[in-house]
């Protein structure tokens, strides 16, 4: 342990070294279940996605055997190919949660890294699952906040996997039993393989792994520090080379964001789950076209003019000019399609997402009419409004629509019920295994602290399911 009494590295050691399930708040663990239950529907939706299948493949080719679950594939390998794997999974569509101040998409971080951990230390009680998970879902948001979040994405990094490897070391560290000095050690390892680049969202399937290559790098430096294998200390304190000077660079990095609150107030709360298949910026775009279209009954062949408007963030993540056919990737990034698809079909899922609609002249046609705004006003708002939403739609007729949304639903202000969640939990998944096996899945979950080896869990999810586009295509 450095002996830092100023810095913010030591002091987020000693509080995951010391985090137990008693001091969590029930509300907050009750949550913290529900999350992974959405985590395991969106893995067990992206495990037969065609471009999941091409994952798989490269990845058990590379790697070969081991004993750690492919979820939905009946396969296993490697701790550290099932952790890239899995995570790839649960990014797979873009049904997952994310943090709407710091972007990151923590159960990908999460959950992989707790089934990996859990074979390698040959089990883990439920319980202890509970509270490593909580520990991610706690960490990444807190790395993110002190490089200001959202402004990371502006500036064109990747920002989930900048801030998740933080996130799947102290899970993989927590469940490993590690003390404040070997955590230490796990964040300074888990710093110095941050990365991801955001223009792998036009057209690259490797943006659905870049959370994985962060997972991997969390896994790999918590079982480096437990071996005794020593990281960069003060990681987020060092003047030179520091993780927060690097990336912070020219930003005015705030570290105390890092410990602020802790065990006071609760990120795992904050988390958004989403209602629509799309990057998280653009469901205030697809929440007002689809209030829009109902309440007005629009027939999308009388509609003139779409304008959309947004601030920094959501504008540089979400809108280019695309160009014919988008991949489903680039689609489900880009606020113009999104707004399309959502005022013709009424909804924003996988089925818009199919060979077929990417390149459906309908949809080309609505497209062509959007026009997306970088809105200073909004950009310059209460942290809270960044990521507000302005539509406007103008008939043929002349008549002019509006809608603006503060916060999608999701947000914390109007958050997605835990009864919701299990209702998205069983939509997603119920139409790709029986029942029984949906049931048994929803019941572990939901009692996962009372589990006496987290490893019942993954041995539920391991077997094959269908794939969610198979004949869709």
Not at 72 to 84: D, F, L, M, Q, R
Not at 125 to 148: K, M, N
Not at 242 to 260: K, N, R, S, T, W
Request: include cysteine; proline fraction near 5%.
């Amino acid at each position: 342990m450095s002996e830092s009494t100023t810095g913010v590295t030591v002091p987020l050691a000693r509080w995951v070294e010391r985090l137990t399930l008693d001091a969590i708040p029930e509300r907050v663990r009750a949550r913290a279940r529900h999350l992974l239950l959405d985590g395991m529907a969106c893995g067990l939706v992206g495990a037969q996605l065609p471009w999941s299948r091409v994952a798989t493949a490269a990845v058990l080719d590379l790697e070969g055997a081991g004993d750690v679950p492919v979820i939905g594939t009946g396969t296993t390998t490697s701790g550290p190919a099932a952790v890239v794997l899995n995570s790839t999974f649960v990014q797979g569509f873009e049904l997952d949660d994310f943090h709407p101040l710091a972007p990151l998409h923590s159960n990908s971080l999460v959950l992989p890294v707790l089934l990996a951990t859990a074979q390698s230390r040959g089990g883990v009680s439920g319980g202890d699952a509970l509270t490593a998970a909580i520990a991610g879902f706690e960490v990444g948001p807190r790395v993110g906040l002190a490089l200001h979040g959202g402004e990371m994405l502006s500036r064109g990094w990747h920002s989930g996997p900048v801030f998740g490897t933080h996130t799947a070391a102290m899970v993989a560290g927590k469940l490993r039993g590690l003390d404040a000095a070997g955590l230490e050690d796990a964040l300074g390892m888990a710093g110095t393989q941050s990365a991801g680049l955001m223009a792998a969202q036009y057209e690259a399937m490797s943006k659905r792994m870049q959370h994985g290559f962060a997972a991997r790098n969390g896994y790999y430096a918590a079982g480096l520090a437990a071996a005794g294998y020593t990281g960069i200390k003060q990681v987020f304190d060092r003047p030179y080379g520091g993780y927060l000077a690097v990336f912070g660079e020219g930003h005015d990095p705030d570290p105390q964001q890092i410990v602020a609150g802790l065990g006071e107030g609760w990120h795992t709360e904050f988390i958004m789950v989403k209602s629509y298949a799309a990057q998280g910026g653009l469901h205030g775009t697809i929440q007002a076209a689809l209030e829009l279209r109902a309440e007005h009954d629009i027939d999308p062949k009388t509609i003139s003019h779409i304008e959309i408007r947004v601030g920094h963030t959501v504008y540089h993540h979400g809108w280019w000019t695309p160009r014919r056919p988008l991949t489903s990737i680039g689609a489900q990034m880009n606020l113009g399609y999104a707004a399309a698809v959502a005022l013709l079909d009424g909804q924003v899922l996988p089925p818009q997402f199919t060979d077929a609609r990417l390149d459906a002249d309908d949809v080309w046609e609505l497209l062509g009419k959007v026009e997306v705004k970088l809105d200073e006003n909004i950009q310059n708002g209460p942290v809270q409004d960044r990521f507000a939403t302005e539509l406007t739609i103008v008939l043929d007729d002349g008549t002019t629509l509006h809608r603006r949304i503060r916060e999608p639903h999701g947000g914390p202000s109007d958050p997605v019920t835990n009864e919701d969640l299990i209702a998205k939990y069983r939509s997603l998944v119920g139409p790709l295994m029986p029942v029984e096996r949906l049931d048994a899945i929803q019941a572990a979950v939901l009692g996962i602290d009372h589990l006496s080896d987290v490893r019942e869990l993954a041995d539920l999810l391991a077997a094959p399911v269908a794939g969610a586009l198979d004949g869709q295509r």
